[in-house]
């Protein structure tokens, strides 16, 4: 990962109000031919609550957040980002997945269902605008909320 992917990444996480310490915990990325998908997933208790409001995102001890950025060649770009989530008792839940963009990034947000310490299965397809290729990646993440 170059040093830009990094702070283009941080720069997401940072604009859902996770503070840069807790950042670096959740640098995750993918790589695939010239693009770079980075991902995390997390209790929605770590948002500040002007930002899950922001976002449209419940705050609770019983929601967690999906966030995937995508770069190619190091810049962000748009996608369409379907996502599902599984729990330890296989119960699947669609992950509906928004765009944000800022100043420094392009990122789809999602909340869904979780218990406390539980670990959580992630499956996610990404299709980046203009390319006629998709890219899945799948992740587990044990997730405690605050």
Same mark, same amino acid.
């Given at each position: *990962?170059? +040093?830009?992917? $990094?702070? $283009?990444? #941080?720069?997401?996480?940072?604009? $859902?109000?996770?503070?840069?310490?807790?950042?670096?915990?959740?640098?995750?990325?993918?790589?695939?031919?010239?693009?770079?998908?980075?991902?995390?997933?997390?209790?929605?208790? +770590?948002?500040?609550?002007? #930002?899950?409001?922001?976002?449209? $995102?419940?705050?609770?001890?019983?929601?967690? #957040?999906?966030?995937?950025?995508?770069?190619?060649? @190091?810049?962000?770009?748009?996608?369409?980002?379907?996502?599902?989530?599984?729990?330890? +008792?296989?119960?699947?839940?669609?992950?509906? *997945?928004?765009?944000?963009?800022?100043?420094?990034?392009?990122?789809?947000?999602? @909340?869904?269902? *979780?218990?406390? @310490?539980?670990? *959580?299965?992630?499956? #996610?397809?990404? +299709?980046?605008? @203009?390319?006629?290729?998709?890219?899945?990646?799948?992740?587990?993440?044990?997730?405690?909320?605050?």
């Amino acid at each position: *990962m170059t +040093r830009r992917d $990094l702070g $283009l990444f #941080v720069a997401a996480i940072l604009a $859902l109000g996770i503070l840069a310490p807790q950042a670096a915990a959740y640098e995750r990325a993918q790589h695939y031919d010239d693009y770079s998908i980075y991902y995390n997933a997390m209790a929605s208790t +770590r948002l500040s609550p002007d #930002v899950a409001s922001q976002y449209e $995102l419940q705050r609770s001890r019983i929601r967690g #957040v999906l966030m995937i950025t995508v770069l190619h060649d @190091g810049e962000p770009v748009s996608a369409r980002v379907d996502a599902r989530a599984l729990n330890p +008792r296989d119960q699947l839940q669609t992950v509906r *997945m928004r765009e944000h963009a800022d100043g420094e990034g392009i990122y789809s947000v999602g @909340g869904f269902r *979780m218990e406390d @310490g539980e670990r *959580m299965r992630f499956e #996610v397809r990404v +299709r980046p605008e @203009g390319h006629d290729r998709e890219y899945t990646l799948e992740f587990s993440e044990r997730l405690f909320s605050d």
